[in-house]
């Protein structure tokens, strides 16, 4: 069976009235069934955002949010690091920032994004590029 939106909030609806008024245990048991079903099937059915190279304009929309680096100047898989974004004299930029213990932060600026360094929304599986 595929649920809808409509049987979802049916689902939701039936469980506060469940537990607002004084029910059986088998009721509550038929509707906590009811809605797990559902909730494993949406799981099932979740596919995770596409995790290609970033554009510079997704880049501009994640200010301080996580992005996974990959790097020309790096023997390593990828690194961690933070997008920043700013303003300056000659309109909005942006480098994300990546952090070492030992050596501190590591900027990678904007005009170097797709010849030096790329961005993903996630570290890429095993055997992508």
């Known amino acids: 069976m595929l649920y809808s939106d409509f049987s979802i909030d049916l689902v939701l609806k039936q469980m ?4 607002n ?16 079903e559902i909730i494993q099937q949406l799981r099932r059915a979740a596919v995770p ?12 929309e994640m200010d301080g949010e996580p992005v996974w680096i990959k790097s020309d100047n790096w023997h390593c898989k990828g690194k961690w690091g933070l997008v920043s974004v700013w303003t300056g004299p000659t309109g909005d930029k942006f480098a ?3 952090f ?3 050596t501190g932060a590591t900027l990678y ?3 170097e994004y ?10 890429p599986e095993e055997g992508t590029k």
């Open 21 to 36: 008024k004084k029910s059986t245990p088998t009721r509550i048991c038929s509707v906590l069934l009811e809605a797990m």
């Open 96 to 98: 994300v920032y990546v």
């Open 114 to 123: 797709g010849r030096c360094w790329t961005a993903y929304r996630r570290r």
């Open 49 to 60: 955002p596409p995790n290609g190279p970033l554009t510079l304009e997704e880049l501009r």
């Open 109 to 111: 600026p904007n005009q």
């Open 100 to 102: 070492n213990t030992k």
């Open 16 to 19: 506060a009235e469940v537990f």
